[in-house]
């Protein structure tokens, strides 16, 4: 399988090249795509080529969906996963653009077997073995180098839900010890509730005491946008996501200067 999944991204990687002029406008659009090192960039390009073609694209809510916005989806995505393969995103399909943010209708059922409904707005959402969900209008607000990555978080959890539900604890590399991953997200999760519980200002943004996934998929949004922050804030948790993603975004040109 993996032989004939190979050929056939040399395939499409022949077939489907992005052009110069999209892809640059896609990097000058970016800025932070602009802080790698040219290299990473030519292989994040053949990356982002095969998951235009690997995944089914869908519009939603009558968006036309262009080319400039299938790239810096696929751009975005293909970050994580730099030091990776694309191979940690197969097990799903489609991508769902809409463009701006979308209501996510909810439902529960409590202990008493009363039913709760309510509407969720939402920036993107990452369903296990199912569909990515974008806001269009929170794509082009990510990859400014702010923290504010919508990318980046919908696609931590789909490698989060690698190994079952999402709860911050990706499938970790051989040599990297379950141990200290978890002690050190464990310590950090804490103080960040605990900060909040205090009233006190919080590091990161709130959204990530949710739960341990959103921890994990928020902490990743400042492991590529803002590592010098966040390695000020947790260099434990820093060191656990340049052993996890492959990667140390501090020794990119950009960061660097
Ligand atoms: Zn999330």
């Known amino acids: 399988m993996g032989f004939i999944r190979d050929w056939r991204r040399r395939a499409w990687l022949r077939r489907y090249p992005i052009s110069n002029q999209s892809w640059g406008s896609t990097i000058a659009r970016t800025p932070l795509l602009q802080m790698l090192p040219a290299a990473d960039r030519v292989r994040l390009r053949q990356l982002a080529t095969v998951f235009i073609q690997e995944k089914t694209w869908v519009s939603a809510a009558e968006l036309t969906l262009t080319e400039e916005m299938q790239l810096r989806i696929a751009a975005l995505a293909a970050l994580p996963i730099l030091g990776l393969d694309l191979d940690w995103y197969l097990g799903w399909d489609t991508v769902i653009v809409y463009p701006g943010e979308f209501v996510h209708p909810r439902k529960e059922v409590d202990e008493g077997g ?39 978080h919908e696609f931590a959890h789909k490698l989060d839900m690698l190994n079952g539900p999402p709860d911050g604890f990706p499938p970790l590399h051989g040599g990297m010890s379950v141990r200290r991953w978890t002690g050190d997200f464990t310590t950090a999760f804490e103080a960040l509730n605990a900060c909040l519980d205090e009233g006190r200002e919080p590091p990161v943004d709130e959204y990530a005491a949710q739960d341990p996934a959103e921890f994990f998929a928020v902490l990743s949004e400042y492991f590529f946008e803002l590592p010098h922050y966040l390695r000020e804030v947790w260099p434990a948790i820093y060191a656990d996501l340049c052993a996890f993603y492959r990667q140390d975004p501090l020794s990119w040109p950009g960061f660097k200067a």
Not at 126 to 144: K, Q
């Open 114 to 152: 009363l039913v709760h409904q309510w509407n969720e707005v939402r920036s993107g959402e990452s369903w296990e073995h199912g569909p990515v969900i974008f806001s269009w209008a929170d794509v082009v607000a990510s990859g400014r180098v702010d923290g504010y990555n919508v990318v980046i």
